[in-house]
C-alpha cells in the first residue's frame, strides 16, 4: 500500500492492517491473472502497481499466507524481477521453499527450485545446481507439468556452458512432454530453446524451422512476450547465420 494509506489503515484497523494487504495481494492476482490465462504476468500491466504488490507480498508471507504468496510469486515473477526487486523476491521464494520441504510437497518446491535457478541466471549467478535438483525433484512429484518446466531451465544452463548434445536432449524432453500435455505456452518456450541449442550447433535449417514454429504458435495463441523473443531470434539468425539482412529486417520489426 501506499505509505500514507498503510499509516491510515494501520490507525484504523491496528495490528488488521497486513490482512488488508494480503487481501490486495489476492485482488492483484485474481484481477490480473485472469487476464493472462495461464502465463506470466508482463510487467508493463503492474508497472504502477510494484510498491502496492511489492507490500501486499510482503503481509502474506508474514501473515503466513503461503498459496497466496506462491501465487503471487507465479503471476508476477517477471515483473518483480525486471523493476529490481528480484532479492526481495529470493527471500519470498526461500520461505515458501522451507515451508513445501516441511510439507514434503515435491510439487512446490520443484516449482520454487526452477524459479531460482532462473533468477540465478538473470543475475549472473550459476544456477545449474537448482535445475538439476528441479529435475529430480520434480520427477519425485511424478508431475509432467513440472518436469517439463525443470528439463528447459536445465535444458537452457547445458547450452549456456556449451554442452549442446546434452542440452539438446534434455529440451527434447521437455518438448516431448510439453506436447503430451498440451500446454501451448510451454510447447513455445521449449521450442524458442531447443531452436537456440541447434543454432549453437549450427544446424541452421533445423533450428529455423524450430524456431518459426514456435513463433507461429505463439502468434496463434497470443502470446506476445514469446513472440517477440522468437522474431528476435529468428532475425539474428537470418543476419548473422545466413547473411540475409532483408529477412532479418523483417523479423525483427515484427517483434
Known amino acids: 500500500l501506499h505509505p500514507l494509506l498503510r499509516d491510515s489503515a494501520r490507525q484504523m484497523l491496528g495490528n488488521a492492517a497486513d490482512e488488508v494487504n494480503a487481501r490486495m495481494c489476492r485482488h492483484y492476482i485474481q484481477l490480473i491473472t485472469s487476464e493472462s490465462a495461464s502465463r506470466a504476468v508482463s510487467p508493463a ?56 520441504e516441511q510439507a514434503a510437497n515435491f510439487d512446490t518446491m520443484a516449482e520454487l527450485l526452477t524459479l531460482r535457478s532462473k533468477l540465478h541466471w538473470w543475475r549472473g549467478h550459476d544456477g545449474s545446481p537448482l535445475a538439476q535438483q528441479a529435475v529430480k525433484v520434480a520427477h519425485r512429484a511424478e508431475e509432467p507439468h513440472l518436469i517439463a518446466d525443470a528439463l528447459r531451465e536445465l535444458g537452457a544452463w547445458l547450452n549456456r556452458t556449451n554442452r549442446l548434445t546434452e542440452a539438446e536432449t534434455m529440451l527434447r524432453h521437455s518438448l516431448s512432454l510439453a506436447e503430451m500435455i498440451d500446454d501451448q505456452p510451454k510447447i513455445i518456450s521449449a521450442l524458442n530453446n531447443l531452436g537456440n541449442s541447434l543454432l549453437n550447433q549450427n544446424r541452421i535449417d533445423e533450428a529455423q524451422a524450430v524456431l518459426q514454429r514456435g513463433l507461429q504458435l505463439a502468434e496463434q495463441i497470443g502470446y506476445y512476450r514469446a513472440y517477440v523473443i522468437l522474431a528476435g531470434n529468428l532475425g539474428t539468425l537470418y543476419a548473422e547465420k545466413l547473411g540475409d539482412w532483408e529477412t532479418a529486417v523483417r523479423y525483427f520489426e515484427q517483434g
Open 45 to 100: 500491466i503492474v508497472a504502477d502497481e510494484i510498491s502496492n504488490l511489492h507490500a501486499a507480498l510482503h503481509a502474506a508471507r508474514h501473515n503466513q499466507q503461503y498459496k497466496t504468496l506462491l501465487d503471487a510469486i507465479r503471476a508476477f515473477f517477471l515483473p518483480l524481477f525486471e523493476y529490481g526487486v528480484w532479492q526481495k523476491i529470493e527471500e519470498h521464494i526461500l520461505a515458501l521453499q522451507t515451508h513445501a
